[in-house]
Nanobody, 115 residues
Framework: QVQLVESGGGLVQPGGSLRLSCAAS????????MGWYRQAPGNQRELVAT???????NYVDSVKSRFTISRDNAKNMVYLQMNSLKPEDTAVYYC?????????WGQGTQVTVSS
């Protein structure tokens, strides 16, 4: 079994920054990719950013130039630096991991952007 634990969420004013972290542990043999999804109330869960073990990165258009994803393969961790946050970024952010066979999810961390 694989466990994902997120940290770093919270309340921030518009234009502010937050950094999310996710630590993966358990029976991890081969990680294909890690990343972040988010779900706002009444909306479907959407991809925010993903990064493969080889470093290929994908962002949803709405966060390009504002968010930066990175990972530490040795520590099985993934990070999301979020700058210039907007109220529409408010959501529960979920860490995601794919090991070629299945996907795993964290429990989620709330990010609220409000003045």
């Amino acid at each position: 079994q694989v466990q994902l634990v997120e940290s770093g969420g919270g309340l921030v004013q518009p234009g502010g920054s937050l950094r999310l972290s996710c630590a993966a542990s358990g029976n991890i043999f081969r990680i294909y990719a890690m990343g972040w999804y988010r779900q706002a109330p009444g909306n479907q869960r959407e991809l925010v950013a993903t990064i493969t073990r080889g470093g290929m990165i994908n962002y949803v258009d709405s966060v390009k130039s504002r968010f930066t994803i990175s990972r530490d393969n040795a520590k099985n961790m993934v990070y999301l630096q979020m700058n210039s946050l907007k109220p529409e970024d408010t959501a529960v952010y979920y860490c995601w991991l794919s090991d070629y066979a299945r996907a795993y999810w964290g429990q989620g961390t709330q990010v609220t952007v409000s003045s």
